[in-house]
């Protein structure tokens, strides 16, 4: 059995306090031990560097980000990313714009170009921190947040061993 392709991706923007924990997470995933065929890479929120990496052709993509979805602050989830909006549904003048700003994008959009242009790995998960702060311009993560990190890269670790 060859051995999977794995991208594990930090996006957030360090300027937004919590939203900095995929980039904080995969700085400190990058000094742990992983298998072979585990690469990292530090998106930030240029969404274009994620769909360039993806044609290296990856078995499985870990996006690692900040989220709200109604958990206590720094709640982990990883979760399977099941359905990615079809890019040929959204009218022309939407395409246009779309992918005249990938360097400045979310998950979604780069998820969606990846797919167009058919790089899109056949597994993808997220692997998300309930934020608590986010104002724009402000450095520093809560500490509930910070706090979660080891918990993530031990969820993180845990699943890799099962895929």
């Not at 990058?30 to 585990?38: A, L, Y």
């Not at 998950?107 to 986010?134: D, F, Q, S, W």
């Amino acid at each position: 059995m060859s051995q999977k392709k794995t991208l594990i991706a930090g996006i957030g923007n360090e300027l937004r306090q919590d939203d900095a924990f995929g980039m904080e997470l995969v700085k400190q995933l990058k000094i742990e031990e992983f298998p072979n065929g585990v690469k990292f890479q530090e998106v930030g929120i240029g969404g274009i560097h994620l769909v360039q990496e993806l044609h290296e052709g990856y078995d499985l993509l870990i996006m690692v980000d900040a989220v709200e979805w109604g958990e206590s602050p720094g709640h982990i989830y990883l979760r399977e990313v099941e359905s990615i909006s079809d890019i040929n549904e959204m009218p022309l003048h939407e395409k246009r714009a779309f992918l005249a700003d990938m360097h400045y994008t979310n998950p979604t959009r780069a998820l969606m170009l990846a797919k167009a242009l058919n790089v899109l790995p056949p597994k993808i998960y997220i692997l998300g921190c309930e934020a608590k702060e986010h104002a724009d311009f402000a450095v520093g993560m809560s500490e509930v947040v910070q706090a979660a990190i080891p918990f993530a890269i031990e969820k993180l670790k845990a699943f890799l061993k099962t895929t």
